[in-house]
C-alpha cells in the first residue's frame, strides 16, 4: 500500500510540474511566435560573430556558428531588418580593444543606417563531456549521454550612441541529445539534423529562444531612429535613410537632435553617454523602399548626419532631457 501510494503521488506530482510546465512555458513562447505588427517601426540589427573562449584551440568557430544560428533566427521571424555584416576590424585595431569597444568601432564605420548590433563573446563552451567511471556505475542512463554546457554573454549596442544598452549572460546544459557530437569536426552545420539532434545542438536550440525573447524585450518598445542625409532648406525638406522595409508610413513624425558631445566622470572615466539637443520635428510626406522625404515642421538649419527619432512610441530611450536650444520656436 505504501509503495502505491508512493507511485500515486509521484505520478500527480509528474503530472503536476507538467502542467505548470505548460501554463509557464505558453506566455514565453506566444511572446517568442509573436511578430512585428504592421503598423510597427523595424529595427535594423547587425549580428556580428562572438568571440570565442579564451585560449580555443577546436578548428571548429562556436562564435561564428552560434551568430550564424540568430542571423537565420531573426531573418526568419521577421521582427527586425537584418542589415549586412559590419566590416571586421584588422588585427592592429583589434589589438588591447575589447569586445565592446569591438562593437562600437564597427559601428561607426558602417555606411548603412544600422540602429543597433549584437554581439558577445564565449565565456565557457564544452559541446559534449564524457561520463566518469563512476557516473556510468551509478547511473547507466542519463550518465552514457554527452553532457553539453555553454555560458554566453550577449551584447547589444547602439550605433547612434556607440555605447551598450543591455548585456545578459546565458548559461545552459543539456544531456538530452540522442546523436553524439563528434569533438574533431573541421566544420559544423548548425542546422544539419545530426548536429540539432546532439547535447549541444539542443543547448544551443535554447539558448536561441532565450536570445530572442532578449532582443523582442529590450529593442522592440525603443523608438526607431535614423539619419538624415540630405537637406534642402530651400523647400524645408530633408531625406532620412530608413524608409518602407523599415515599416515608415506617411505621416509619421521624427523628433530631430544634434550630438552635443561625450560626457565622462572626471573621477571614474566611466562613459555617462553623449550629451543631446533638440532640433525640431520631421513629418514624413513621401515613403521609398529605403528612404523617406519629410518636411520640417519646426526647427531650422538641420544638418546631415544629424539624428532623428520616432514619435510613435511612448518609450524613448534617455534623449529627451535636455532643454531646447535658445531662440528657437518648437511645438513642445
Known sequence: MLNRRGNGFNLMERKTIKILSFIIGVPIFLLLAQSVDAGDHKKRLSIIPLENPTGWAAPYNPGKIIAEMLQNSVSRSGNFHLSPRPRQPSSKENKGNSSETKMQSMGAQLNHPIQYILGGKILHFT???PPSRAQIILNIGDALKQRAELEIELVLTSHHLEKSIAKRKFKISSIAGTTPFDLDASKVEYDS????????????QELNQQANLFMMTTLHPLPLEAEIISVDLE????????GQIDGIDFGDLFNVYSVTMQYKDPFTQIDLGSGFARRGVIKVNTVQEGYSKAVIIAGEGFKMGELVQSRKT???????????EKNSQLPW
Open 193 to 204: 539534423p545530426k548536429f540539432q539532434n546532439s547535447s549541444i545542438g539542443k543547448a544551443l
Open 314 to 324: 511612448n518609450n524613448p530611450i534617455l534623449l529627451d532631457r535636455s532643454p531646447p
Open 235 to 242: 523647400k524645408m525638406e530633408v531625406i532620412i535613410n530608413v
Open 127 to 129: 559541446p559534449g563531456r
